[in-house]
């Protein structure tokens, strides 16, 4: 009998999952990132790790910001959608987002409150920028938090 980790974890992704829907690919791994607080440039030093799951057909990941949260995140294709439909979890909230592409970067878009937005602006083979937007009412992104990964 398989352990959990075993049957949960997938060593590649699903060959049903189309390459260019394959957004978040490059993320697979483990990551130590920067978070920075715009409001107030306060930094915190943490861990992101990355794996396929549930047959090659999403990605789970952990995020570990010492003494802020610790979270993780299930990504699922939708095949019906053409997009991936998210949960993140943390002690005491989850939260729903739908992603898509646009250009060169994918956009999270929170389901219960569209104006809430995570963004990945730039994933690379060793480093990417994540962003925590609001959009204001004249259509503004503020961004309030930056995230800066480097492969580990």
């Given at each position: 009998?398989?352990?959990?980790?075993?049957t949960?974890?997938?060593e590649?992704?699903?060959?049903?999952?189309?390459?260019?829907f394959?957004?978040?690919?490059?993320?697979?791994?483990s990551?130590?990132?920067?978070?920075?607080?715009?409001?107030?440039?306060h930094?915190?030093?943490?861990?992101?790790?990355?794996?396929?799951?549930?047959?090659?057909?999403?990605?789970?990941?952990?995020?570990?910001l010492?003494?802020?949260?610790?979270?993780?995140?299930?990504?699922?294709?939708?095949?019906?959608?053409?997009?991936?439909?998210?949960?993140?979890?943390y002690?005491?909230?989850?939260?729903?987002?739908?992603?898509?592409k646009?250009?060169?970067i994918i956009?999270?878009?929170?389901?219960?409150?569209?104006?809430?937005?995570?963004?990945?602006?730039?994933i690379?083979?060793?480093?990417?920028?994540?962003?925590?937007?609001?959009?204001?009412?004249n259509?503004?992104w503020?961004?309030?938090?930056?995230?800066y990964?480097?492969?580990?």
């Open positions: 009998m398989q352990s959990f980790l075993e949960l974890t997938s590649s992704k699903n060959v049903e999952l189309p390459e260019e394959n957004y978040f690919g490059k993320l697979i791994g990551w130590k990132i920067d978070y920075i607080d715009n409001s107030n440039s930094s915190i030093k943490g861990e992101w790790h990355f794996s396929w799951v549930l047959d090659g057909m999403a990605i789970q990941d952990v995020i570990i010492p003494g802020y949260e610790y979270g993780t995140t299930l990504r699922v294709y939708n095949p019906g959608t053409c997009a991936w439909d998210i949960a993140y979890c002690t005491g909230k989850i939260m729903r987002f739908e992603a898509s646009r250009d060169d956009v999270l878009t929170n389901i219960e409150d569209e104006k809430r937005k995570w963004v990945f602006a730039k690379e083979d060793n480093n990417f920028h994540w962003q925590d937007v609001i959009v204001k009412d259509g503004e503020h961004i309030n938090f930056d995230l990964a480097q492969r580990i």
